[in-house]
């Protein structure tokens, strides 16, 4: 039998845990958008902290079994520890036998005197804590980080902890790489182990534009220099599958996100000549 979720060791259960900390983890999206369709559905998504004490998925693991709450609170115990410096340090009470009833005098408010108490728990001081408030310095921000938009990032924490940001444009006639190496560089340079660059989208005034981390493009760039000076490898490479890739066939995600390319910019195969471009860098 495959072991539970609440029979494995602690360290592992924090592992799991840890891929569910954002604040829209619930929502089975990617957070980095590749698409206009994806990027439309995680713009359009913003929860009240009403809608996420319900839905996230630390609730719904703390309502499952004792286990697993005890795992849920000490792993958001642990978060808002990390990040007490950005919201504050929130000790909250632990409920013990003997203390409940002074713990619950304090938080009644007269009528709820006589009742069980109803402490703050730490995944719903997590929840508050990063709803609607950018997740590395705590600033109210609705905005979300253009490369992981499953969290709220204010406009000078995004470059800070995602990198500076380069455009799709700027990838091509600034530093001379054509899209089918930046979307397939394991195609166009076989067995390096060449992973396809991160990249997002971003509404710019009504213009959908696309977005790569600079520190990966000039790592790329100087790689093509080094291994492939004379552009060789890249030209039998757009023989091969085209500029964006569009003769790819195959059932994988990104071919999917090739061909949309396709779509979405119809006019780019015959207006742009990455061959032409300069490199500058
Ligand atoms: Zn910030």
Known sequence: MAPSLDSLPADVQYLVLSYLSKILSGYALDGVPRTGNMLEQLVQLAPSTGQLMKTHPYQNLAATCKQLRVAVEGYCRHLLDRHKDIIGERRIPELERDNWESLASKNAFGKRKNTKVRRETYRN???????????????????????????????????????????????IQIYGLAPIIWLRPDLVYEGYGLLPLKRAMKNVSGVLATYLLQKEVVTLANFVREHDPDKRKVRSAVKKYGKLGQKIHGNGDDTEFILFWDVLLPGYLSETDYESSNVSE
Do not use: P
Not at 129 to 136: D, G, K, L
């Open 125 to 171: 001081a997590w929840i508050r804590a990063t709803n609607e408030h950018c997740v590395w310095c705590g600033k109210r921000s609705k905005r979300k980080a253009v490369f992981d938009m499953l969290v709220f990032c204010c406009h000078q924490c995004d470059e800070r902890a995602y990198g500076k940001k380069t455009t799709k444009t700027a990838a």
